[in-house]
């Protein structure tokens, strides 16, 4: 089973294997104008106010003692540090083996939590849209993050290396430098 955590409007479950029970938690506001896929399961819940593990609980669905995939892409940097320790225990919450797909920003050279490439003036329309950059950590940092909710910390892949994998190499100068955002995968072993 897949839960895609704070989905909005992407559109991964479309393109997971058909035999995957998929789950999508996000804010029922963001659910009502979406469409259920095919094959998933919509999970309404405001995490501002509820816990991931009380919106799985009440989805019977959910197997709490079957192995779990959990994405968090484009979340965790929207969160301040305590939210995100939440978040990370909820998510190692249960009986079954865990396993955490996540994108998170690193800080730049001079400490901000920002994609790296990002101008000035789109960190004043995210501070003004109210959508500011809250959390980011160095992969060395987030290691130990991780380990602080029992999981261990399996691949951290760069953009440079994903544009440099997927990419042919004259269309590398597409993205000519680092992003700043990594992609995450840590296990936690089934208890």
Known sequence: QVVLVGAGF????????KHVRVFEVDHPGT?????TPDG??????????ESLSGALHREPAFDRNVAAVFV?????????????HRVLAQLADGPGARTLVLTIVTPDTDGRVRLHSQRRV???IMRFIDEPFLWGEAPAELERTLERHGFSLETVTTTMELRDELLPPNAHGRLPRSSGEVIVVARKPET
């Open 10 to 17: 992407d559109m991964l479950s479309a393109t997971l294997p």
């Open 31 to 35: 659910q009502s104008f979406r469409g």
């Open 40 to 49: 998933v399961t919509l999970v309404p819940a405001d995490l501002a106010k």
């Open 72 to 84: 968090a892409e484009g979340l965790l940097m929207y969160l301040d540090e305590a939210a995100v």
């Open 122 to 124: 789109v960190d004043w």
